[in-house]
């Protein structure tokens, strides 16, 4: 399985910059290169984007322990991020019933002011901004567009 979260203004490559992390379902492996557009209606529904892809190593030796006392410290090493990264449990925003995080990332080499997101919005499978996935599977391109940088064009 997949542990999941959603970061809707996407990563911060800068440590001084926590972004909300809403923890969603986990994802059978088999999801990990999927990219398209779930219905609406249905769990997830909306454009699905690839936006990065690689590994990643926990760097605490029980990764359930960690996640039930509200801190994970990990490395990616993806196309796009990369470096020491932690996710903390905060005490939940709005209504959700699901668990709220902030990622944040770690001083450490790769730490950057650099805006990733809106430096590398493409996907790195198939390198469409999310308007141009929705466009080419039939889903809502006005909606998906939100989701891209002003910049990123369509």
């Known amino acids: 399985m997949l542990l999941s979260w959603a970061v809707p203004k996407g990563p911060s490559l800068d440590p001084s910059i926590k ?3 809403t923890q969603v379902e986990d994802h059978p492996l088999e999801y990990a290169d999927f990219e398209g557009v779930i219905p609406a209606g249905e769990y997830g529904g909306g454009t699905v984007m690839v936006w990065d892809h690689g590994a990643w ?3 605490v030796p029980d990764v359930d322990e960690a996640l039930r006392k509200g801190e994970l410290k990990f490395t990616l090493d993806g196309m796009k991020l990369k470096g020491s990264w932690v996710l903390v ?3 939940g925003f709005g209504r959700s019933s ?3 995080w902030l990622l944040i990332k770690h001083r450490d080499a790769v730490a950057s002011k650099r805006d ?3 430096e590398a919005p493409r996907s790195v ?3 469409r901004t999310l308007a141009e996935i929705a466009r080419d599977g039939g889903g ?3 909606r998906a567009a939100t989701g891209d940088p002003p910049n990123a064009g369509f």
């Open 125 to 127: 499978i198939s390198h």
């Open 98 to 100: 699901r668990p709220s």
């Open 19 to 21: 972004r909300l992390a």
């Open 89 to 91: 449990r905060t005490r």
């Open 57 to 59: 190593l926990a760097e």
């Open 116 to 118: 990733i997101t809106l």
């Open 140 to 142: 809502d391109v006005a």
